[in-house]
């Protein structure tokens, strides 16, 4: 007959747990290992935690930040991979949009830097994303293939290919071949 009042006790302690542990989940909400990734206004001031959790291959020259927009610069070399460069330039706006509540315009600028001087890199793709172009594409399943990736681009976005990328980009096709 002792074991009725220890199933009874373990019954208490167990449920007391459960909902001391659930209690504790509401109130470190806003603790970083506690949060859900819901959206939230981007600024100046959370616009590092925001770009330092999108999978980049290129390195980021610069950011600016609006209250609607914001435009990214990032730096390529001769021996960077376009697939590389396009993934890049798909990756920021739909990390950017699904991230945030206030932003609805994303400028990506690619600058070639392989001459060694940065602040003289010249433009080898642009992109200008808005929000609700973005979104027109969100019913499918996401493009997985370079090729897939590039006609999604061109169809969402306005993009710009400078004649340096063309040729940078058809002479890398035609090596393949």
């Not at 939230?40 to 609006?66: C, F, G, K, Y």
């Amino acid at each position: 007959m002792n074991w009725i009042p220890r199933l009874v006790v373990m019954t208490l302690l167990s449920a007391g747990l459960a909902i001391s542990l659930s209690y504790l989940l509401k109130l470190d909400e806003d603790a970083a290992a506690f949060r859900m990734n819901k959206p939230v206004q981007v600024t100046e001031a959370n616009i590092v935690d925001v770009v330092s959790r999108m999978p980049l291959h290129l390195r980021i020259r610069s950011v600016e930040v609006s209250r609607t927009y914001v435009a990214i610069d990032l730096i390529a070399v001769t021996t960077t991979d376009a697939g590389d460069t396009i993934r890049d330039v798909y990756e920021i706006p739909r990390s950017l949009f699904a991230a945030s509540t206030n932003i609805n315009q994303v400028f990506v600028r690619v600058l070639d830097a392989s001459r060694g001087q940065e602040s003289g890199a010249q433009l080898l793709v642009a992109a200008d994303a808005r929000r609700d172009k973005a979104a027109e594409g969100e019913e499918g399943l996401r493009p997985v293939g370079v090729e897939e990736i590039q006609a999604y681009l061109d169809s969402h976005y306005r993009m710009t290919y400078t004649p340096v990328w063309k040729e940078r980009h058809l002479k890398s096709k035609n090596e393949k071949l």
